[in-house]
């Protein structure tokens, strides 16, 4: 998350290059609306990610204990799953958030 973090930081201007030119080759509508990736968007993408990375790392947690019968336990432990399927529409500050 850091290194997103400083990517996104050092890269602001390449990024934002790429977005306006993108913008520029959409139509005119809601799709060219959403498609703007601006200095608000990027810093409200630094927020967020700053906001992960504070936040505790919840692999392993055990979020249920409770003994069945003698010897038998059941817990529910966090674990990771990996990414099922992702779905977005001319949304780019979507990427980092998938990421």
Do not use: H, W, Y
């Not at 790429?18 to 993408?45: C, H, T």
């Not at 249920?64 to 399927?85: N, Q, T, Y």
Request: aromatic share 2%; charged share 30%; net charge neutral.
């Amino acid at each position: 998350l850091k290194c997103v973090s400083t990517a996104l930081r050092e890269r602001a201007g390449e990024i934002a290059a790429a977005n306006e030119r993108d913008v520029a080759r959409a139509e005119e509508g809601v799709l060219r609306k959403r498609l703007g990736l601006g200095a608000g968007k990027l810093a409200g993408l630094q927020d967020g990610l700053a906001a992960l990375r504070g936040m505790e790392d919840p692999l392993g947690r055990v979020s249920l204990a409770r003994e069945l019968d003698d010897g038998l336990e059941l817990r529910r432990v966090s674990c990771p799953i990996g990414v099922v399927a992702v779905v977005f529409e001319a949304r780019p500050e979507v990427v980092v958030q998938i990421a």
